[in-house]
T-cell receptor, first 116, second 111 residues
Framework: DQQVKQNSPSLSVQEGRISILNCDYTNSMFDYFLWYKKYPAEGPTFLISISSIKDKNEDGRFTVFLNKSAKHLSLHIVPSQPGDSAVYFCAAFANAGGTSYGKLTFGQGTILTVHP | GAGVSQSPRYKVAKRGQDVALRCDPISGHVSLFWYQQALGQGPEFLTYFQNEAQLDKSGLPSDRFFAERPEGSVSTLKIQRTQQEDSAVYLC?????????FGQGTRLTVV
């Protein structure tokens, strides 16, 4: 049972435009969500996170939106740059008010390609 | 060190061979995780340490997999009698609280 799903295996975007990556989850216990970026032959790099007490978190060109009722989150990258081309993973865990240790459940990843 | 360091980066093992994968976490990080990433998939949880205590090993796929962190810093993931289905990238991550920081991974190929 895939508790975190990224239904788009790939996304292609023109430089300067917006990239929107989507993620759905089924486990209602999840209350902390993270996005990781991964280049080939490297480990995932933390990008941005959001707690379920918020519906939006912004960091520079990256914004994550959380819709708890729909169990859906999205990552917006504006403007997209060729260096953003990578695999993006959505991840979630049940933080339980800060008592959890952060065991992550990942989606399958979306390959983003930003064309110059 | 500045980040999580894993060694070796690449390992080719003959089926039936034992392997040991090493992880040096970020200094001071209490939590350490091991994940397994198959080709085209997201990382999947294997095991978790809080200091030297292994608090969760629910993701270890069989009793051929064993992990330790005897002094609460460096960790080793050992796979005995490797099989072809063990071929994957093994990722180590450490964290102080919510954001986990990953190493580059060890790509294990069993032939």
């Amino acid at each position: 049972d895939q508790q975190v799903k990224q239904n788009s295996p790939s996304l292609s975007v023109q430089e300067g435009r917006i990239s929107i990556l989507n993620c759905d989850y089924t486990n209602s216990m999840f209350d902390y969500f993270l996005w990781y970026k991964k280049y080939p032959a490297e480990g995932p790099t933390f990008l941005i996170s959001i707690s379920s007490i918020k519906d939006k978190n912004e960091d520079g060109r990256f914004t994550v939106f959380l819709n708890k009722s729909a169990k859906h989150l999205s990552l917006h990258i504006v403007p997209s740059q060729p260096g953003d081309s990578a695999v993006y993973f959505c991840a979630a865990f049940a933080n339980a008010g800060g008592t959890s240790y952060g065991k992550l459940t990942f989606g399958q990843g979306t390959i983003l390609t930003v064309h110059p | 060190g500045a980040g999580v360091s894993q060694s070796p980066r690449y390992k080719v093992a003959k089926r039936g061979q034992d392997v040991a994968l090493r992880c040096d976490p970020i200094s001071g990080h209490v939590s350490l995780f091991w994940y397994q990433q198959a080709l085209g998939q997201g990382p999947e949880f294997l095991t978790y340490f809080q200091n030297e205590a292994q608090l969760d090993k629910s993701g270890l796929p069989s009793d051929r997999f064993f992990a330790e962190r005897p002094e609460g810093s460096v960790s080793t993931l050992k796979i005995q009698r490797t099989q072809q289905e063990d071929s994957a990238v093994y990722l180590c991550a450490s964290s102080a609280h919510t954001e986990a920081f990953f190493g580059q991974g060890t790509r294990l190929t069993v032939v």
